[in-house]
């Protein structure tokens, strides 16, 4: 029997030899205290506590419920939200130049979708030499194939926001019969179907096509049909450019509307609008289109960005007969003399039938993008600036822009009514997006110009509709950029702050956010936007970019279908 002594000394031995034990985990990784919530739902805002541990929301407290956590952060007096989604994004190749995204995610955007027409992948060998080729300022190597390989590709290389893609209508046209401008066989579209479904189970979110470039343009509805069916068995939808959003506008909603319903998916109208004066009233007409549609039970939506303007290439002044059979074709006929007149013609004709207004509209297009670092200097200027520097009409010197730049031209064109933007916002099935990259005014960007929207799209919502103009609540606005999108496109766990959603998080202040962007000088960060976290990690930290890039592929139904 041992003795009180020597047990105790054992005891003391062992105690002694013993790791000590680990401090107490606190158990959350950051809290967000005494800030107004916005949960995404478009219901009043709570005063709750947010706690996050790792990656996800675990658990909303009382206000000032006795709590601990590594991180504490007072947002008194501040808005926290589900981080924002942009449903159309051009960030990707900005992204493969700069993973911060900076323009975006200072805004408060948390996911970056793209697939307007074209995707990632997938691709053939023949596709990405054009893609190489058509390269400007940002140039990098094309590693991957497929649809996914892409979106993982920008994962390992490190991006702050979060990634998804739709696959691109054209892509898999492309892909299977290049450029050629012909409908498709059924056995051709079987082919495609094919890599839709392919890429449904590397994670899309359905189809998006863009039917006003070529060589989408020679699309029947039948073949988009039936993309939207192949990617409607795994649970996607089908978003698209719609045909026509001027003189056919209304036509063109049919179509989205026909597709949607003819295979059976979600239907959205990219960038909803209304070109050109005389086409105007039309934008009340394709809403109660697509109101109608709704009322009978068809799942329809669409978005927007904030602006009287779009931006697209100088190409899209071209008749169709140019722009056939891809960029090498278009330019090869422009640099004929023969089929440069018939061209020159054809734009004059087209011009002629513009009323005053469209005209002006014309000559005050904005030139934003070339690729010759001999026209680069015009970067800035107006279609009538130059056309008058070079004492030529306005046919011919789009004419010569592009051939001389052989490239599509990027610019800014002045066809929409502030009025139709505000009557599309009112619509609670709207959602936005920039059509626009996210970038810095830094580097290899400044080589360029952009449109305002990719630097002020988003705190221009809650700016000028919310805080200006009322035309919404900061509740309704913070729906529209976050869980409606989500809820369209089956994001599980996004665009939401119960327990289990990411913690992609956005906290701001509604009495002073503001987009600084304008047509004269876009390349200016919006203010307001105090902390953002994606994924848990904090991206933004008082209003600064902290360098972190945490951002994940965000996988749509198919995939998860597959796991």
């Keep these: 029997m041992r003795t009180p002594i020597l047990l105790a000394s054992v005891l003391l031995a062992a105690c002694a030899s013993a790791p000590s034990p680990a401090p107490t985990a606190k158990p959350y990784d950051l809290l967000i205290r005494n800030g107004v919530v916005y949960d995404g739902s478009g219901e009043a805002p709570k005063r709750v506590d947010v706690a996050i541990r790792g990656d996800r929301v675990v658990e909303l407290l009382a206000p000032g419920a006795p709590a601990d956590a590594n991180e504490i952060v007072d947002a008194h007096g501040l808005a926290v939200a589900p981080g924002f989604i942009n449903v159309l994004s051009w960030a990707g190749d900005a992204l493969i130049e700069d993973g911060r995204g900076m323009s975006d995610t200072l805004q408060g955007v948390t996911l970056e979708i793209f697939g307007e027409g074209t995707s990632g992948g997938p691709l053939t060998p023949a596709m990405k030499t054009e893609m190489l080729q058509l390269q400007d300022d940002i140039r990098y190597d094309i590693t991957w194939d497929s649809f996914g390989g892409y979106l993982e590709h920008l994962e390992r290389k490190g991006v702050t926001p979060n990634v998804a893609s739709f696959v691109g209508a054209t892509t898999v046209r492309q892909n299977v019969i290049g450029n050629a401008p012909r409908a498709a066989t059924a056995e051709e579209v079987a082919r495609m179907q094919a890599l839709v479904r392919q890429a449904m189970r590397e994670g899309a979110l359905g189809v998006g096509s863009?039917?006003?470039?070529?060589?989408?343009?020679?699309?029947?509805?039948?073949?988009?049909?039936?993309?939207?069916?192949?990617?409607?068995?795994?649970?996607?939808?089908?978003?698209?450019?719609?045909?026509?959003?001027?003189?056919?506008?209304?036509?063109?909603?049919?179509?989205?509307?026909?597709?949607?319903?003819?295979?059976?998916?979600?239907?959205?109208?990219?960038?909803?609008?209304?070109?050109?004066?005389?086409?105007?009233?039309?934008?009340?007409?394709?809403?109660?289109?697509?109101?109608?549609?709704?009322?009978?039970?068809q799942p329809v939506t669409a978005d927007m960005y904030l602006y009287p303007a779009s931006s697209t290439g100088l190409d899209t002044q071209l008749p169709k007969w140019v722009r056939e059979g891809g960029a090498g074709e278009r330019i090869a006929r422009l640099k004929d003399p023969v089929q440069r007149g018939r061209a020159i013609t054809d734009v004059k004709a087209e011009i002629a039938r513009r009323n005053p207004a469209e005209l002006d509209a014309l000559r005050r297009t904005l030139l934003v993008q070339f690729r010759s670092e001999s026209l680069k200097p015009l970067t800035g200027r107006t279609l009538a600036e130059v056309a008058e520097q070079r004492g030529t009409d306005l046919a011919t010197t789009i004419v010569d822009l592009i051939a001389g730049d052989e490239s599509r031209v990027g610019v800014v064109f002045f066809s929409m009514s502030e009025d139709n933007v505000r009557l599309g916002l009112r619509q609670p099935w709207v959602s936005l997006g920039s059509d626009g990259a996210s970038e810095a005014p830094e580097g290899v960007f400044l080589k360029g110009s952009t449109h305002p929207r990719a630097y002020g799209n988003f705190a221009r919502l809650f700016a000028r509709y919310v805080r200006e103009e009322q035309l919404l609540s900061v509740q309704e606005a913070v729906r529209r950029v976050t869980a409606l999108p989500a809820r369209n496109w089956k994001l599980a766990s996004r665009g939401c702050l119960d327990p289990g959603c990411h913690a992609d998080i956005v906290v701001f202040d509604?009495?002073?956010?503001?987009?600084?962007?304008?047509?004269?000088?876009?390349?200016?960060?919006a203010t307001g936007v105090r902390q953002v976290w994606i994924n848990g990690v904090r991206v933004v930290r008082d209003g600064a970019h902290t360098g972190a890039t945490p951002g994940r592929v965000v996988r749509g139904p198919g995939w998860k279908a597959t796991r």
């Design 210 to 297: 863009s039917l006003i470039y070529e060589p989408a343009t020679n699309a029947e509805t039948s073949e988009l049909v039936a993309l939207a069916k192949a990617a409607g068995e795994s649970g996607g939808g089908y978003i698209s450019h719609i045909r026509d959003e001027g003189e056919k506008l209304l036509e063109s909603i049919d179509e989205l509307i026909a597709i949607g319903r003819a295979a059976g998916v979600h239907a959205e109208a990219y960038h909803l609008k209304a070109s050109g004066v005389r086409n105007w009233p039309k934008m009340a007409q394709a809403i109660a289109r697509i109101e109608a549609a709704r009322e009978a039970g």
């Design 510 to 525: 509604p009495a002073t956010i503001q987009d600084h962007a304008s047509f004269a000088k876009p390349m200016q960060y």
